[in-house]
């Protein structure tokens, strides 16, 4: 089974509306991670995590909030999707025992109509 | 924040060819890494080289940190090793990776 899990793995949806992208881990790995990708763009900085208590804005949180209901589960929100919030979506995991190597998930790729 | 650029963006290869990617940053780092971002979208992490040199198989990466560069070798190029390639890099204390915009590699059979 994979380490770091998505879920869903497509979405489509409209403006306007709700949606969470949920992430779970099974690592034991303390900090988690949320990121986008656009094309050309590279991998942007959402949200982190270091551990249950503790939340972070990335490079570009606007739009965006977390929830880290459990060492093992970083949930990812979009209040009121748009349509440039249409990307693929990445979790990863990692820590200080691995030399912080971040390890992700398979991705969620989310159009916003 | 630190910055990260990649060299070339976009690279076309024959089978059996070799290559060298290029990772430069603006300050001294704390970790630096390489993915590899598969045609279907998955990113696995290639190699941990904040300095130094690494082998696995084909692949090699060196880091000078002093003149804030890294680069990846691919050596006799395969099909499988299309893909998107990363280098993400932390400084100072948080070890909260910046990502370059990656270069883009096509191998052709």
């Known amino acids: 089974d994979a380490d770091v899990t998505q879920t869903p793995r497509n979405r489509i949806t409209k403006t306007g509306k709700r949606i969470m992208l949920e992430c779970s881990q099974t690592?034991?790995?303390?900090?988690m991670y949320w990121y986008r990708q656009d094309p050309g763009l590279g991998l942007r900085l959402i949200y982190y995590?270091?551990?249950?208590?503790?939340?972070n804005k990335g490079e570009i949180s606007d739009g965006y909030s977390v929830s880290r209901q459990a060492q093992a589960k970083f949930s990812l929100s979009l209040e009121s999707a748009i349509p440039n919030q249409t990307a693929l979506y990445f979790c990863?995991?990692?820590?200080?025992?691995?030399?912080?190597?971040?390890?992700f998930g398979p991705g969620t790729r989310l159009l916003v109509l | 924040g630190i910055q990260v650029e990649q060299s070339p963006p976009d690279l076309i290869l024959q089978e059996g060819a070799n290559s060298t990617l290029r990772c430069n940053f603006s300050d001294s780092v704390n970790n630096l890494q390489w993915f590899h971002q598969n045609p279907w979208g998955q990113l696995i992490n290639l190699f941990y080289i904040p300095s130094g040199t690494k082998q696995n198989g084909r692949l090699s990466a060196t880091t000078v940190a002093t003149e804030r560069y890294s680069l990846l070798y691919i050596s006799s190029s395969q099909t499988t090793d299309s893909g998107v390639y990363f280098c993400?890099?932390?400084?100072?204390?948080?070890?909260?990776?910046?990502f370059g915009r990656g270069t883009s590699l096509i191998v052709h059979p």
């Open positions: 993400a890099v932390s400084s100072g204390g948080s070890y909260i990776p910046t």
């Open positions: 995590s270091f551990d249950v208590k503790d939340i």
């Open positions: 990863a995991t990692s820590d200080l025992y691995s030399q912080e190597t971040q390890y």
């Open positions: 690592k034991g790995h303390d900090r």
